[in-house]
């Protein structure tokens, strides 16, 4: 009686690192339980194994997809600059609708900035949090280089359903046609409401 050899499986290749911050903590063919885990390339592990890749260079973010989905990548860090020459940053610029995760609201008659995000979204992300804390950077309108101010935000209390409010620091954050704002990705999809 013949025997059929056993069926190749393919080995896979993994990064582990660490959850706040992204840090790369080491790559291997075998899953760490201690650590959060992304699936790379062959060629991706090789890489870092004969020190082409230094893990220093690298860390594990949220990058919007072709499709616009938000998924858990491997990004060099130099990529990384407010110039939004990457995908881990949403320039925050369409009006909100039923289906927007993140909405941001400029209130000229409250003098302040307010960040909610849906009911839908708390629900799908709930157990993904990558980061403690969503900044948001409010930057002149055609300077994405000329940062105007960062606005902090526990992601918890978004995720709980409360709505953030910040009050305006300067006076061009009264003026929504001389500034912009923008976020590392965390949500799907981002929307700014503007009440003058």
Same mark, same amino acid.
């Given at each position: ?16 690192? *660490? /959850? ?6 080491? #790559? ?8 959060? $885990?992304?699936? =790379? !390339? ?64 400029? *209130? /000229? ?6 960040? #909610? ?8 992300? $709930?157990?993904? =949090? !990558? ?64 009440? *003058?």
């Amino acid at each position: 009686m013949a025997r059929n050899p056993p069926r190749f499986i393919p080995p896979k290749f993994y990064i582990h690192y *660490d /959850k706040k911050t992204g840090e790369i903590i080491s #790559a291997s063919n075998e899953i760490n339980t201690a650590y959060n $885990k992304i699936e =790379i !390339t062959h060629d991706e592990y090789e890489r870092f194994l004969y020190g082409a890749e230094k893990f220093s260079d690298y860390q594990v973010g949220l990058i919007k997809t072709i499709d616009k989905q938000t998924v858990l990548a491997l990004v060099q860090k130099v990529d990384q600059g407010y110039a939004f020459k990457n995908n881990m940053f949403e320039w925050i610029q369409d009006t909100p609708n039923k289906s927007t995760e993140c909405i941001v609201t400029w *209130d /000229k008659i409250a003098q302040q900035w307010t960040f #909610a995000v849906s009911k839908k979204c708390q629900e799908r992300i $709930k157990e993904n =949090i !990558t980061t403690d804390t969503l900044l948001f950077f409010v930057m002149l309108e055609n300077d994405f280089d000329f940062l105007i101010r960062t606005i902090s935000v526990n992601t918890q209390d978004l995720l709980l359903g409360e709505e953030i409010k910040r009050p305006f620091e300067s006076r061009i954050e009264q003026d929504i046609t001389k500034i912009s704002i923008a976020s590392k990705i965390l949500f799907q999809s981002y929307g700014l409401k503007i009440n *003058d």
